[in-house]
């Protein structure tokens, strides 16, 4: 993957932890991601192609679909480990404006609806939908907790 760099780290958590059996502190994986945009707004990724923004799409467009698809990468994540393949597309919606707390505009609310199926279909989904949505990067990241609606057969 480019632009990707691993250290070794808690699987569960992802943070740094102690190996007690050695007494030795491991350090967190880190991931580092870069891209690059020209004058003429095309973006480009480290060894990858380059991709003109289509007509219309704003960076606020850009993070809500970093976030569908981010979204979608985790489901996948936690249901190959439950044995499950996924389908699944995604839609997100989100409102800026004046925040309250400190007056500047940015993201109030964030909904994202994921459809997926799962095969073999899984008869309790609720663990993987709250990892899911706990290991999605942008997610995380986001001052904002976006509110999930998931669809799942």
């Given at each position: ?127 993987l939908l709250a990892k899911a949505e706990r290991d999605c990067f ?16």
């Amino acid at each position: 993957m480019s632009g990707l760099s691993l250290i070794a780290a808690n699987p569960r958590t992802g943070v740094g932890r102690t190996d007690y059996a050695r007494g030795v502190k491991t350090r967190a994986r880190v991931f580092e991601y870069a891209v690059d945009v020209d004058r003429g707004g095309r973006m480009t990724v480290p060894g990858g192609a380059q991709v003109d923004a289509p007509e219309g799409w704003q960076p606020d467009h850009l993070l809500l679909l970093a976030l569908v698809n981010c979204s979608i990468e985790s489901l996948r994540f936690h249901a190959r480990r439950a044995g499950h393949e996924l389908a699944a597309s995604g839609q997100a919606h989100g409102t800026v404006t004046q925040r309250e707390s400190d007056g500047r505009y940015a993201f109030v609310e964030i909904n994202v609806r994921i459809d997926a199926q799962l095969t073999p279909r899984a008869t309790e989904t609720a663990e993987l939908l709250a990892k899911a949505e706990r290991d999605c990067f942008v997610g995380a990241s986001l001052t904002i907790k976006p509110e999930y609606e998931w669809h799942v057969s």
